[in-house]
C-alpha cells in the first residue's frame, strides 16, 4: 500500500474569503513559502482519501490516475451505498492537493524573479495546455498585490471548478461506465462531476475487483474527455 500522507498533506494556500488587504496577504504568503523553502518542487504524484480512509487514488503531476487502492476493510468503514461517493471524493483530495502544489510552485518562481507571477496549469480540466506568457514583473508593492491576487483568483477558480460550485448547466453531460458496469461516472466540461454504480454488484464485488473497475473506469474518462 503506497503511503497516505505524502509531503503535500499539509500544503494550504490563502483563503480569499478571508484576506482583506495586502499586508495581511504577503504575511500570509511569506509564511507558505517559508514552510515550503525556497527550491520547492511539487511531488511527482499525489495522492487523495475519501473521509473514511478506505479508498485511495494517486494521480501524477499532470493529473493522470496512477493507481487506486482499496481496503480489505472498506465495507466496515463505508457500506456498499457509499462506496460511488467514497471514490469520487478520493479521486477529488488527490486533484485538490495537485492544484495546491502546482499553486505553491508558482508562488516560489513568482518570489524568485522578483514577484513576477507564474501561472499554475489547470489539473481539473485534463484537455487543458496552458501556454499563457506570464506578466511583466509588478513595478510597485499595488501591482505586486494585484497581480498576486490575480494568480489566487485562478488558483481559486481551480478549487471551485473542482468542486463543481461553479460547473456550467450548459455544457453537454456525458455518463461513462467502468468495464464490468459496477461504476458511472457523469462527467462535464473535461471532469468528473459525480460517480455512482451498481450497489447490487458493488456489495458482492471483493476489492480488487472494484479497484479494477475503478481504474477502467478513470481510463475510459480521459480517452473520452480528450475525444
Not at 495586502?22 to 511569506?30: F, I, P, T, V, Y
Not at 482519501?49 to 481496503?71: L, M, P, Q, R
Not at 513576477?116 to 480540466?125: E, G, M, S
Amino acid at each position: 500500500m503506497p503511503d497516505r500522507y505524502g509531503h503535500d498533506d499539509d500544503l494550504r494556500l490563502p483563503d480569499l474569503d478571508v484576506l482583506g488587504d495586502s499586508d495581511k496577504l504577503q504575511a500570509e504568503l511569506r509564511r507558505e513559502l517559508a514552510n515550503v523553502g525556497d527550491h520547492y518542487v511539487p511531488p511527482p504524484r499525489h495522492e487523495g482519501a475519501d473521509g473514511s480512509d478506505s479508498i485511495w487514488v494517486t494521480i501524477d503531476a499532470e493529473g493522470h490516475i496512477e493507481s487506486v487502492d482499496i481496503s480489505r476493510h472498506w465495507r466496515d468503514r463505508l457500506g456498499s451505498e457509499r462506496f460511488p461517493a467514497a471514490l469520487h471524493e478520493a479521486y477529488t483530495d488527490a486533484v485538490r492537493k495537485l492544484i495546491n502544489a502546482n499553486a505553491l510552485a508558482a508562488l516560489v518562481a513568482q518570489e524568485q524573479v522578483g514577484g513576477q507571477p507564474v501561472a499554475p496549469r489547470d489539473p481539473t480540466d485534463v484537455r487543458s495546455d496552458q501556454t499563457d506568457a506570464a506578466p511583466e514583473p509588478p513595478v510597485d508593492d499595488q501591482e505586486w498585490l494585484n497581480q498576486t491576487w490575480r494568480l489566487l483568483e485562478d488558483i481559486d477558480t481551480q478549487l471551485r471548478r473542482l468542486h463543481h460550485i461553479s460547473a456550467d448547466v450548459h455544457l453537454r453531460e456525458q455518463t461513462v461506465t467502468s468495464p464490468q458496469g459496477y461504476l458511472r461516472a457523469r462527467v462535464r466540461g473535461g471532469g468528473i462531476t459525480d460517480i455512482t454504480g451498481d450497489i447490487q454488484y458493488i456489495r458482492s464485488a471483493n476489492p480488487e475487483q472494484l479497484r479494477m473497475e475503478a481504474l477502467g473506469l478513470f481510463r475510459t474518462v480521459a480517452k473520452v474527455v480528450e475525444n
